[in-house]
């Protein structure tokens, strides 16, 4: 069985200052972790991939995230926020052998001016 | 780039009205995923299909059912739509062959049923 917390379902932050969304996950299988991102009345869109290349993981727009097996966590972060990043974010971690994803249940990001 | 479509953004019907949503993907993708996401519940997996003619249940079956007769396209049915069949339905494309895997999301098609 695999699952995936995001531990915060509302984050704040001001414009400028570093952003934390914070994942836990559980699989049964070295996993594939993903993080989307959604803006208002779009769909979703893929933030970056974990490959088990790199622990850690550059995406677009800035971001970044850290695969940490001892602590099952793949937080994403990036330095300093834009108000273009107010959005929906959802970590996902995807079972090889069952063929499908689990969705976190999202944590929201506001971005203050 | 991947597209994924969907046939309506918004759509009210009426309870007991059968519902019809479809989906195209231009990728050749072999798989595509029928999601519905509410508040704080994040997106929960309806139905996949791996392949044409070939479908799975997802984690919330009931109330719904698929129908893929071509590669590009995955509708999602609704036989006889109920109230708490409200909400954001998501439709996503992937090719298997890609590991790790990810998913091509289209824009979403949100429903009220009353």
């Known amino acids: 069985a695999q699952s995936v917390t995001q531990l915060d379902s509302h984050v704040s932050v001001s414009e400028g200052t570093p952003v934390l969304l914070r994942c836990n996950y559980s699989?049964?299988?070295?996993?594939?972790l993903f993080w989307y991102v959604q803006h208002p009345n779009k769909g979703l869109q893929l933030l970056l991939k974990?490959?088990?290349?790199?622990?850690l993981v550059k995406g677009i727009n800035g971001f970044e995230a850290e695969f940490k097996k001892s602590e099952t966590s793949f937080h994403l972060t990036k330095p300093s926020a834009h108000m273009s990043d107010a959005a929906e974010y959802f970590c996902?971690?995807?079972?090889?052998?069952?063929?499908?994803?689990?969705f976190g249940d999202g944590t929201t990001l506001t971005v203050k001016p | 780039d991947v597209k994924v479509t969907q046939s309506s953004r918004y759509l009210v019907k009426r309870t007991g009205e059968k519902v019809f949503l479809e989906c195209v993907q231009d990728?050749?993708?072999?798989?595509m995923f029928w999601y519905r996401q509410d508040p704080g519940l994040g997106l929960r997996l309806i139905y996949f299909?791996?392949?044409?003619?070939?479908?799975e249940k997802g984690d919330i079956p009931e109330g719904y059912s698929v129908s893929r007769e071509k590669k590009e396209r995955f509708s999602l049915i609704l036989e006889s739509a109920s109230t708490n069949q409200t909400s954001m339905y998501l439709c996503?494309?992937?090719?298997?062959?890609?590991?790790?895997?990810?998913?091509?999301f289209g824009p979403g098609t949100r429903l009220t049923v009353t």
């Open positions: 996503a494309s992937g090719d298997s062959g890609r590991t790790p895997y990810e998913q091509y």
């Open positions: 699989s049964s299988y070295s996993p594939s």
């Open positions: 974990y490959t088990s290349a790199a622990t």
């Open positions: 996902v971690v995807y079972n090889t052998n069952a063929g499908k994803s689990t």
């Open positions: 990728m050749d993708h072999e798989n």
């Open positions: 299909s791996y392949d044409v003619k070939m479908k």
